[in-house]
């Protein structure tokens, strides 16, 4: 098993452009969530989702949109990127809440923003 | 709203030397608490969790984390530390919508 995969694993990106971050699992995980990681600030949940189809926003969602259309994958976009949103990036499954459950990460994206 | 603080931003230890890391948290309820590791580099690792019963819970690699209710903490520790314990850890509550809310991250520095 694979486990959680991400792709890319590094960015360098100019303001105002786009990119998608993919992130893939392979343990049939119903729950899977995006953060974003800065020094100092632990991790902020930006964007999760329940269930193939479903989504929704965490604590920091602006600038950010996201996509469920397979069980298995989650996509992260950033449609104008901006400064402020160079971080490192990491996606994460779980079989349950994860509030309550074990959650499995993925090795993080850094993403820098010119 | 619930919330974590991690006290310590930056730690270092001799390698063989005990280890204690704290963990402060806010929740009105009993809590879900769970220690995270993060190797240079890489993703996030589950170290232990409490959610209830014995108030001291073990983990991999050697560690324990004690739940004091009266003290609000889920202080992480290690009889003895390893050059490879050198890494990021996180302390985490899960809140009552079922998101995970992360402390600021202790970062471990091991000396030889």
């Known amino acids: 098993n694979a486990g959680v995969t991400q792709t890319p694993k590094f960015r360098v990106l100019k303001t105002g452009q786009s990119m998608t971050l993919l992130c893939a699992q392979d343990m049939n995980h119903e729950y899977m969530y995006w953060y974003r990681q800065d020094p100092g600030m632990g991790l902020r949940l930006i964007h999760y989702?329940?269930?193939?189809?479903?989504?929704a926003k965490g604590e920091v969602p602006d600038g950010y949109n996201v996509s469920r259309l397979k069980k298995q994958n989650f996509l992260l976009g950033l449609e104008s990127a901006a400064p402020s949103q160079t971080s490192v990036y990491f996606c994460?499954?779980?079989?349950?809440?994860?509030?309550?459950?074990?959650?499995?990460f993925g090795p993080g994206t850094r993403l820098t923003v010119l | 709203a619930q919330s974590v603080t991690q006290p310590d931003i930056h730690i270092t230890v001799s390698e063989g030397a005990s280890l204690e890391l704290r963990c402060n948290y806010s929740y009105g309820a009993t809590p879900y608490l769970f220690w995270y590791v993060q190797s240079p580099g890489q993703g996030l690792q589950l170290l232990l969790k409490y959610f209830s019963g014995d108030t001291l819970v073990q983990g991999i690699k050697g560690f324990e984390a004690e739940f004091k209710r009266s003290q609000s903490s889920f202080n992480l520790r290690k009889p003895s530390v390893h050059w490879s314990d050198a890494a990021e850890y996180f302390c985490?509550?899960?809140?009552?919508?079922?998101?995970?809310?992360f402390g600021q991250g202790t970062t471990l520095q091991v000396k030889p």
């Open positions: 989702s329940v269930g193939e189809g479903t989504t």
């Open positions: 994460a499954s779980t079989q349950g809440l994860a509030g309550y459950n074990e959650q499995f």
């Open positions: 985490a509550v899960g809140s009552n919508t079922g998101k995970l809310i």
